[in-house]
């Protein structure tokens, strides 16, 4: 096994992240506007769509990617990830007749973009 895998296997997906102060969040956000002055400032994530891809079956985080939209427009795609870190794609269900059936699992978009800090 190599040390990535190791690592990899090793890492608490469901505990990545921390609270921040004000404070730092404005500095880095400031810092990041004025090294990336024509790029967009925030995106605004919905509570439906977050619990809905949490609610996935092992389901522990959500990875958020860069990218650009249909209209050639910066946005942000939004995937479930599961306890070892894999992008949520698929899994396995039990349908109505009571057999196991693939479901596609959940990507997201259509954030909304905001200009402005605390906007």
Known sequence: MNQESLVKEQTDYQAIGEQISHELASKMVKDHADKYSDE???????????????AQPGCVGIRFFDAINESGVKTLVYVGIDRKGNNILEYTTVNDHGKLAVTEGMSADRSQTNLNWFA
């Open 40 to 54: 967009s400032k925030a995106y605004t994530v919905g509570k439906t769509i977050i619990e809905a891809l949490l």
